[in-house]
């Protein structure tokens, strides 16, 4: 079989699929939140996420200022949210209302929880730097909200009770439950979200 080697690293997804999530912030009296495929743990102990935000969105602009993110895991049955809030500005418009999006309490911080979220990370910021056009926001965990039901008792995600959104790149996602990928165009519109 033939490989390809080549030093134009093109659009960069030949590590997807990835886990899609959606990182909020609030500040100012402004909440906000974005879609993002670029996260990972860092260390145990402490607990320590890093994400990777574009300096030039509103929601890096919160965080800068708040010190503090969420971050939430969202199900595949979710997966039009995510590409909703990845394809809208949130210095244009209020996501929260816009997508209909109801929220737990957070208890440790005052990031947004999204309660469609599976999971979610309440994170204290202790690191920002900048690498390239992104910033690597690194943040302590210090509070976890979970689903009882999507984890089994070893605390491994059962994906039999719920799918991750796996994102493809090039604005298709992966449903590994059905065995099949669909399309969702970042931009989605608003109106789909009415209640
Ligand atoms: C599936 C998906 C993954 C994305 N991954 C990232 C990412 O890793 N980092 C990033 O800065 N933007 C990422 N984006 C783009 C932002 O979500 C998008 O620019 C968003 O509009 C920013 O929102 P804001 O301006 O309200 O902060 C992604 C978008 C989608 C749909």
């Known amino acids: 079989m033939k490989k390809t080697v080549s030093d134009n690293i093109g659009a960069f997804y030949q590590h997807y699929p990835r886990v899609a999530v959606v990182v909020t912030a609030s500040a100012g009296g402004r909440d906000n939140a974005m879609s993002i495929a670029w996260h990972t743990s860092i260390s145990k102990n402490p607990p320590l996420y890093g994400v990777s935000v574009s300096p030039n969105h509103f929601t890096y602009k919160l965080i800068a200022q708040s010190k503090q993110f969420g971050v939430n895991f969202m199900p595949d049955t979710k997966a039009e949210l995510?590409?909703?809030?990845?394809?809208?500005?949130?210095?244009?418009?209020?996501k929260f209302s816009a997508f209909s999006i109801t929220r737990d309490d957070a208890v440790k911080t005052s990031v947004p929880i999204l309660k469609d979220a599976y999971a979610a990370f309440e994170c204290r910021l202790v690191d920002d730097r900048l690498y390239g056009d992104h910033k690597l926001l690194v943040g302590e965990v210090v509070a976890v909200h979970y689903l009882d039901e999507a984890f089994?008792?070893?605390g491994v995600l059962d994906i039999e009770k719920v799918n991750p959104t796996l994102y493809l790149g090039g604005e298709i996602y992966l449903n590994t439950e059905e065995c099949r990928t669909r399309t969702l165009n970042r931009g989605f519109c608003v109106d789909c979200f009415k209640t």
């Open 82 to 94: 995510v590409a909703a809030l990845g394809g809208s500005k949130g210095s244009q418009i209020d």
């Open 152 to 154: 089994m008792e070893n």
